[in-house]
């Protein structure tokens, strides 16, 4: 089972490797481009030294930006290494995903080559997987498009703890060269975009031949290109889109000129899309296919001059990156949530609960028409102004706050928050917080193993999360430990929803052809303002252990 800081660790190196992946973004050329790479691995992956090995157009690769090391980079930047030899190094090791790792073992056969090298000092391993000086690890970048276009490769070297890289470090570093792939080919396309129009603007004699480069530059664009018009009736309406949109939207070119962007994109995303400069926007939003469907892509707008009529026409770069924000999402469901039941974490979990509560305090209960105008904005007194955006709403009381916001109230009638009967229903609903504790689990896994109490608390959690609604939250809250959020509950209500949660844990377990049972002990809490998160967990674990010592107390006078 994963620690419980490893969700944290997992959410800062993303937060990390999303900063780097901007700052790629927001170079300008691709000599600047490149650079961004080697500092980028530098100071967000975790690497003392980065090198960028670009291939030339005859092939071989000239090591284009080196980070880390001053004296290194004077000493091998802008020197060749044959493409033999580099295909040679891409074809030794093992292969970690798309990474090349050359322990230094096999790698003292690569001293003598052609490829260009920094050799680093530093002791002997003392571990299995800890750094080796001449240890070498590869990360190839491919042209996007689908091929195996090699347009480079980076090498790092001397990992700042010393240790070869875990999954979630080679993963972040193939992520890395990804983008970093994706980032080259937008500057190289730039550069030819930036070039082309130069020459339209400068060079009138030639202007048939500008345009013929332009056209191919357009046309053949691995990734998608639309020209739009700028101002009057027809602002934004698609005058010619290139084949890789096309292909991306499910849409032929003839269909895409009745379009504006306006027009194709998700409507969630269209205050976005109005928020994209012309000149120098760029915006990360998703597109309509032909069949219904959505894909994320990120859009990078130009402006088109025309030397008479001024600006005339907008330039938009679209790059398809929906394995991207599928593999983001991906991450962040990982960093959320339990990776052995698959339930929210304790950090979703305190976010979630964190995000019903508000400093007002509790004690403060609104009435049922003071809760819809927090709710709605408060209504207007009579001659008095009302604001445009229908909210009465000032950032600079303190009650503003609360305007917008549904406060959560315990049922003042809950006297001990067990979950046995006897609860009285003052007809108060709330968001209560069931917090469970498991009977009997420490003896299941120190008897049978933690293999069987795993498959335990895999099957616990499905049980819950079966007894509850589409709304309610069941979350994992560490060790044998879960906690349900159930909104919209009166005490009664909740004690049921304890007693029925309750009866479909004690049934049997089955592991490997052995039944096995576990109790379960329930304490509720309710979540309100003027309380944090950590205090309603801790009334409600505090009432779990109350009922526990009754029921224990019950069964020895029974006994």
Known sequence: MEAESEPYVRLATLRQ???VVADLNRATS???TLQAVADGIVAGLGYELACVNLVQPDG???????????AAEALITGRVGSRASWE???????AWGDLHFIPHTEGWVLLEDDVPQWHTDGPEPRFADEWHPQDRLYAPMYASGGGQELLGVISVDRPRNGRHPGAWGQEALQMYASQAAIAISNARLRANMQR???RLERE????RASEESFRQAF??????????????????????TNDALCRLLGRPASAMRRYSFADLVHPEDIGTLLRTSAEGGRAELRLGRRDGTYVWVSLRNSVVADTTDGPRFLLTHVEDIEERKRHELHLAHRASHDSLTGLPNSAELRSRLAARLCRRPHSVRATAIEALDAAYGEPAAPGSAVPEHGFDYNPHTDAGSYDHHVHMYAPTSDADGGAGGGAVDDGTKGLAVLFCDLDGFK????????????????EVARRLTTCVRDGDTVARLGGDEFVVLADGLGSADAADLAVRLRNAIIPPIRVDGRAVRVGASFGIGWASCGMSAEEVLQSADQRMYVEKRSRAKVHRRAG
């Open 204 to 207: 009138q004699q030639a202007l």
């Open 60 to 70: 071989d690769l000239v090591i284009a930006a080196f980070a880390g090391n001053p």
């Open 30 to 32: 691709l000599a600047d």
């Open 196 to 198: 082309a129009l130069v």
């Open 443 to 458: 003896s299941i896994n120190d008897r049978f193993g933690h293999h069987t109490g795993d498959a335990v608390l895999i």
């Open 17 to 19: 490797l999303h900063q």
């Open 88 to 94: 040679r190094r891409l074809s030794m090791g093992e």
């Open 219 to 240: 046309e053949y664009a691995p990734s998608g290109m639309a020209i739009a018009e700028m101002g009057g009736d027809q602002h934004g309406r698609l005058l010619r």
